[in-house]
C-alpha cells in the first residue's frame, strides 16, 4: 500500500480521461497522479499544491470538472488550480463559511464589509462580487458592529475589545482598546470621533484612544449618529431611543422616544430628518429628528424580531430584515410598504444585515447560509 498524504485523506476525484486522479489532505496539501494502465503501484506524482501551514489550509474535499480542478479548504475558499501550472492556485474564491453577524458599508459605497461570528472580517467589491480578508490580528470571536472613520475601520467585538483596520491596504492596525464591558454598537462621527455602546456606558474614542467615558443606566443595544454629528441615537433593552447631544467629546441626553420592544437597530436618515428603529417585537417605527413625538410611520409586517435597517442615500425608502427571513422595503413619504422578499436567503430563515449600495440596489447578508445576495429594487 502507497502512503501518498501525511494526514488523512478527504477527497479523491478522477479526472474525465481517466488519465489523472487528484488527491486532497488534512496535511493541507492536493496532489495530482499521473495513473498508470494496470499497475497502480506505480502511479507517478504529477503535482503537489501545498496550501499552506494553517489549521484552515486543510483540504477537506476536491472535484475534476472538465479541464478545471478544484478543493476547498477547511477555511471554506474554494482553490481553482491550472494542472499545467504547480505554483499554486490560479485563483481562491474567498467568503464566510460561518455566520455572517454585521456589515458596514464604505463612505463611497463601492465596498461591503462583512463580519462573521468566528471574528472574520471580508471586504467585498460590489461590482464584480470578488472577496478579500482582512490581513493581520483580528477579533477571536463574533463582530458586533463596524464603522468608517476617515481612512479607518473601527470594530468592536465580543471580545470586549476596540480594533482598527487601515481601509487602504485591508489590515488590522497594531492598536487594540480593551473595554470594561462588552460593545453591542459602534459608529463613527464627522471630526473623526468614535462611540462604542458598551453595556453600561458609551465610550467616546478620538486618535484611538478613549477619550472620555459616558455612564448610563439602561442597556444600549444600538448606536447611530446624524451626518453632521450633533445628536447620537442609543437604542435600548428598556425599549426606549435617547437622543444625546455631542459636542466636544461629551454627550448630554436631550430627548426620547419609546418602542414597543428592545431596540435591535436605529439609524439617522441620510438627510438627518428622520429616525428609525427596529425592535425584537416586530416593530419598524420612523420619527422625525427634531420632533421625535412626531411620529411619521409604524410598521410590524415582520413575524418576529427585526435584526437591522438601512435608508437609501435619497432618504425616501427604508429595507429591514429579520430573523423571520424577509426583507421588506418601505416608502417612508407615504408610509406604505414596498417590496417583500420572503426567504430571501433561501439556506437561512434569518436575514442579519441589509444595506444600499446605491438608491436601488440592496445588499443582504445571511446567518445560516453564510453568504451576501445582491437585489435590484424598482420602488
Given at each position: 500500500?502507497?502512503?501518498?498524504?501525511?494526514?488523512?485523506?478527504?477527497?479523491?476525484?478522477?479526472?474525465?480521461?481517466?488519465?489523472?486522479?487528484?488527491?486532497?489532505?488534512?496535511?493541507?496539501?492536493?496532489?495530482?497522479?499521473?495513473?498508470?494502465?494496470?499497475?497502480?503501484?506505480?502511479?507517478?506524482?504529477?503535482?503537489?499544491?501545498?496550501?499552506?501551514?494553517?489549521?484552515?489550509?486543510?483540504?477537506v474535499g476536491c472535484n475534476w470538472i472538465g479541464n478545471y480542478i478544484f478543493s476547498v479548504s477547511l477555511s471554506g475558499f474554494i482553490n481553482y488550480f491550472d494542472l499545467e501550472n504547480p505554483s499554486g492556485p490560479v485563483r481562491i474564491i474567498k467568503g464566510h463559511n460561518k455566520a455572517i453577524h454585521c456589515s458596514a458599508l464604505s463612505e463611497d459605497r463601492a465596498t461591503l464589509f462583512t463580519a462573521s461570528y468566528d471574528g472574520r472580517i471580508c471586504y467585498w467589491d460590489i461590482e464584480t462580487g470578488v472577496a478579500e480578508v482582512i490581513e493581520g490580528k483580528g477579533h477571536k470571536n463574533q463582530v458586533q458592529r463596524m464603522s468608517q472613520c476617515g481612512n479607518t475601520l473601527i470594530t468592536c467585538a465580543m471580545d470586549d475589545t476596540v480594533k482598527f483596520i487601515d481601509i487602504n491596504c485591508k489590515r488590522y492596525c497594531e492598536e487594540s482598546l480593551r473595554l470594561d464591558s462588552q460593545p453591542q454598537g459602534i459608529v463613527a462621527a464627522p471630526g473623526d470621533v468614535a462611540i462604542v455602546a458598551c453595556i453600561g456606558h458609551l465610550v467616546l474614542i478620538k486618535d484611538r484612544a478613549i477619550i472620555n467615558c459616558v455612564a448610563v443606566s439602561y442597556g444600549p443595544t444600538c448606536i447611530d449618529v446624524n451626518p453632521d454629528?450633533?445628536?447620537?441615537?442609543?437604542?435600548?433593552?428598556?425599549?426606549?431611543?435617547?437622543?444625546?447631544?455631542?459636542?466636544?467629546?461629551?454627550?448630554?441626553?436631550?430627548?426620547?422616544?419609546?418602542?414597543n420592544g428592545n431596540v435591535t437597530d436605529v439609524k439617522f436618515s441620510p438627510d438627518g430628518f428622520t429616525i428609525a428603529a427596529s425592535t425584537g417585537k416586530k416593530?419598524?417605527?420612523?420619527?422625525t429628528a427634531n420632533d421625535?413625538?412626531?411620529?411619521?410611520?409604524?410598521?410590524?409586517?415582520?413575524?418576529?424580531?427585526?435584526?437591522?435597517?438601512?435608508?437609501?442615500?435619497?432618504?425616501?425608502?427604508?429595507?429591514?430584515?429579520?430573523?423571520?427571513?424577509?426583507?421588506?422595503?418601505?416608502?417612508v413619504t407615504s408610509s406604505e410598504r414596498g417590496r417583500m422578499m420572503r426567504g430571501a436567503h433561501s439556506q437561512s430563515c434569518d436575514v442579519t444585515s441589509v444595506q444600499w449600495a446605491n438608491d436601488n440596489k440592496l445588499l443582504t447578508t445571511g446567518r445560516q447560509d453564510c453568504s451576501v445576495r445582491v437585489w435590484n429594487i424598482t420602488h
Open positions: 500500500m502507497q502512503k501518498i498524504h501525511k494526514g488523512g485523506v478527504y477527497g479523491i476525484a478522477w479526472s474525465p480521461d481517466d488519465k489523472y486522479i487528484m488527491s486532497c489532505s488534512a496535511d493541507k496539501t492536493v496532489k495530482v497522479w499521473t495513473l498508470c494502465e494496470n499497475d497502480f503501484a506505480s502511479n507517478k506524482e504529477k503535482i503537489t499544491y501545498t496550501m499552506g501551514n494553517d489549521i484552515d489550509d486543510m483540504q454629528g450633533s445628536k447620537v441615537a442609543v437604542g435600548g433593552e428598556d425599549s426606549k431611543v435617547r437622543i444625546y447631544q455631542l459636542s466636544n467629546c461629551d454627550l448630554k441626553e436631550t430627548d426620547s422616544f419609546p418602542c416593530q419598524v417605527k420612523v420619527v421625535t413625538k412626531n411620529e411619521k410611520a409604524n410598521w410590524a409586517s415582520h413575524a418576529t424580531k427585526v435584526n437591522g435597517l438601512a435608508w437609501t442615500p435619497d432618504s425616501l425608502y427604508l429595507a429591514s430584515c429579520g430573523i423571520d427571513g424577509v426583507v421588506f422595503t418601505w416608502n
